[in-house]
Nanobody
Framework: QVQLVESGGGLVQAGGSLRLSCAASRFIFMIDTMGWYRQAPGKQRELVASVTRAGSTAYVDFVKGRFTISRDNAKNTVDLQMNSLKPEDTAVYYC????????????WGQGTQVTVSS
């Protein structure tokens, strides 16, 4: 399985910005889509944004215009630039990798905490 390591979380005031990074290692060639999910206390984990190896991106409505996902296939990294952060963006953010072989379960990073104060 691919190993994913996130970095870049922290505490920021509302309206501020943070950049999350995820580095993938091992079996990189097997990865199709990479993305970011988040999970707030008491809520289910939800997709935030994703990007395919070819560069196609997708965002959920509540982050459109504020977050930007980018992927560097040469460096095996995927970043999430988060601007205009809101208190409701507070959550643990997880990096995710999906494989070309759909029968393989997704890989997940350990998560990084993002806290937005009002």
């Amino acid at each position: 399985q691919v190993q994913l390591v996130e970095s870049g979380g922290g505490l920021v005031q509302a309206g501020g910005s943070l950049r999350l990074s995820c580095a993938a290692s091992r079996f990189i060639f097997m990865i199709d889509t990479m993305g970011w999910y988040r999970q707030a206390p008491g809520k289910q984990r939800e997709l935030v944004a994703s990007v395919t190896r070819a560069g196609s991106t997708a965002y959920v409505d509540f982050v459109k215009g504020r977050f930007t996902i980018s992927r560097d296939n040469a460096k095996n990294t995927v970043d999430l630039q988060m601007n205009s952060l809101k208190p409701e963006d507070t959550a643990v953010y997880y990096c995710n990798a999906k494989y070309y072989e759909r029968w393989r379960p997704d890989s997940w990073g350990q998560g990084t905490q993002v806290t937005v104060s009002s």
